[in-house]
């Protein structure tokens, strides 16, 4: 198996221990150009400067900031520095990750002071000798990097994220119908759903930053991706819990969590949304695309019929 | 104390934090509904009043007499209570809303309810105060 | 995660003391470069906002000194009528400028508009909410603000 792979320098420097290999590590750095040289086979050493703390065994611990020499190359992650400062240097890194692909948003960081995904953030784009790493903002600790997302997940359980339809007959099983939804429909809240719950539009977000009550940005637009969800018939007891005085009001729309969003959510948007329909402003676009569906086309007449003629007759 | 003076004495405090938390506050959208209007609506009365400034020259525009005969103008004497109710009502209620962003007890929130609600009246009474009191006022 | 997540101490509402909260605090709205443009508008909107209120309060109880007579006004004017008193109200009326344009701004993007719709993301993942046509509203908040200083510091200073 070993003749399959390239004996490569990093190969050579990862097998010695560690003494040895703080002399190669020397002996490539006076020997190798400049820190920023991007060439494919060429790698540099960067610094990392990771925020130690131990939270739960001691929680008088004083936090403080540990620097670690890492090999980098041109498509080394934060991610990849991270676990070879684990692998080679200290392994009682506290770090948490999981698919490495920017799908799990377990990786949540701040990285030289912006929260971004360790995995998909790239040391070459960084264009810093010194790589400093942190947990996540607004998060408690718990060890090094890794943050406590209880309270995440309370906010976002507080907006019901799931459908909710009062017709739906799951329980008969002799008479199963279908959710019919076009793509128009889908269009609706289908950026919403590819939340990832990595936590970084929370940290970025100023008013989480002082205000213990208010949901986030995160919770708030899936409020609106449920909200704006045609299968889903429960918009008011949805829009009492977030038409408090710590809910959607509390954004002002800084923007941050859609600057830092890794997956294209725009929870900002979907914010000032659901925004327009407690306003009263927009409040007819769920009706408009029922009555489209109604109008293009005849098999969505079965499901949507019966319950827009009820609407109908609740506002007579 | 007796037992039963302790818990009439809880029962008392319970009803008095009940009535407290029962006062028809608004809701938040509708508060921010206001916030909004009054935000647009200071906007031109305060254009107004800006441009009033800019009738004749600057110094003279502030000149005892001057300032006075405005006062006696009653569509201006309106204008003014209107920029103060508007302005008045639109600033404490950012200031509201930066105060229990700050902080979210239910004491502080409540003593910041209060303190606004109090704050908005005071300053719109005081300047009504010296609306009506200019608009009376004889030139000698 | 879950065993760690509770033998970690959950957090109160109240119990902001916690140093694990590890919450930004106010440091967090001090941060206005980092984040883009709306965050430059989150803060100048609340700068702008806390400093018109402190004026207007200023300003109702310096116009009270009217109901005392003229040499109350003509007293109150001296001490208003200075160089540093000009240099405060320039200030003024360029926040009163930069909180009102940019204050009907984001009522029109905190109502939905001028945000893009909603749509399939791809990459580069680039959000659409954050874009220059709600974003001009600030620039021009700005522009107009620093063009109504200028003009208010030609009336104040030349009297006319």
Not at chain 3, 38 to 47: D, G, K
Request: aromatic share 10%; with cysteine.
């Amino acid at each position: 198996m070993m003749k399959i792979f390239k004996k490569d320098k990093t190969k050579e420097i990862r097998n010695e221990r560690p003494l040895e290999r703080e002399r190669l590590n020397k002996s490539t750095s006076s020997s190798s150009s400049s820190h920023n040289n991007n060439n494919n086979n060429n790698q540099s050493l960067r610094t990392l400067r990771i925020f130690r703390i131990n939270a739960v065994k001691n929680p008088n611990d004083v936090p403080h900031f540990d620097e670690f020499q890492v090999p980098v190359k041109r498509w080394t992650t934060v991610l990849d520095a991270l676990l070879d400062a684990k692998s080679y240097q200290d392994s009682s890194l506290g770090i948490r990750y999981s698919c490495r692909m920017a799908s799990c948003g377990s990786c949540g960081m701040k990285i030289n002071g912006i929260p971004r995904l360790a995995c998909y953030t790239k040391i070459s784009d960084l264009d810093t000798n010194t790589i400093t790493c942190e947990p996540l903002p607004n998060f408690p600790y718990i060890r090094d990097l890794v943050t406590d997302f209880s309270k995440f997940f309370d906010h976002h359980r507080s907006v019901m994220p799931f459908i909710q339809n009062k017709k739906a007959d799951i329980p008969d099983v002799n008479e199963l119908s279908e959710y019919q939804q076009s793509p128009q429909d889908l269009d609706k809240f289908l950026q919403f759903s590819y939340c990832i719950k990595c936590g970084l539009c929370y940290s970025a977000c100023p008013t989480v930053a002082t205000d213990l009550k208010f949901p986030g940005p995160q919770a708030l637009s899936q409020a609106y991706r449920y909200f704006a969800d045609s299968r889903d018939s429960d918009k008011s007891n949805r829009l009492k819990v977030i038409d408090t005085s710590h809910g959607i009001w509390r954004c002002h729309f800084a923007g941050s969590c859609s600057n830092v969003c890794p997956k294209g959510v725009d929870p900002a948007l979907g914010i000032q949304l659901l925004r327009s329909h407690l306003l009263g402003i927009s409040n007819s676009e769920k009706k408009i695309a029922k009555l489209q569906d109604r109008s293009n086309n005849n098999n969505y007449n079965n499901f949507y019929s019966e319950e827009l003629e009820e609407e109908e007759e609740e506002e007579k | 104390m007796t037992s039963d003076s302790i818990k009439n004495n809880r029962n008392k405090n319970k009803n008095l934090t009940k009535w407290f938390s029962n006062i028809p506050f608004l809701r938040e959208s509708q508060i921010m509904k206001i916030h909004y209007i009054t935000g647009v609506g200071a906007l031109f009365v305060v254009a107004i009043h800006i441009m009033m400034r800019l009738i004749m020259p600057f110094n003279m525009s502030l000149e005892f007499e001057n300032v006075i005969l405005n006062y006696k103008n009653i569509f201006y004497a309106l204008l003014l209570e209107s920029i103060l109710i508007l302005i008045a009502i639109h600033g404490f209620n950012g200031l509201r809303v930066i105060l229990i962003e700050i902080r979210q007890t239910q004491i502080w929130e409540r003593a910041v309810n209060i303190l606004v609600i109090v704050a908005m009246i005071g300053i719109i009474a005081y300047g009504t105060r010296t609306i009506i009191i200019a608009n009376g006022f004889s030139l000698g | 995660m879950t065993s760690a997540a509770t033998s970690a101490k959950r957090i109160d509402d109240n119990n902001s003391k916690n140093d694990r909260t590890n919450r930004e605090g106010l440091r967090g709205w001090l941060n206005p470069i980092i984040y883009g443009w709306e965050r430059v508008s989150y803060w100048f909107q609340r700068l702008t906002g806390i400093f018109l209120l402190v004026y207007f309060i200023g300003h109702v109880y310096e116009t009270s000194s009217l109901v005392s007579g003229p040499d109350a006004w003509a007293a109150m004017l001296e001490l208003t009528q200075t160089i540093g008193g000009h240099l405060f109200l320039i200030l003024v009326i360029g926040a009163s400028t930069l909180h009102t344009v940019n204050g009907i701004r984001l009522i029109f993007t905190q109502s939905g508009q001028g945000l893009g719709k909603p749509g399939r993301p791809d990459y580069p993942y680039d959000p659409t909410s954050v874009n220059n046509k709600q974003r001009s509203g600030l620039w021009i908040a700005f522009i107009l603000a620093a063009v109504a200083m200028l003009y208010g510091a030609n009336v104040l200073f030349s009297g006319e």
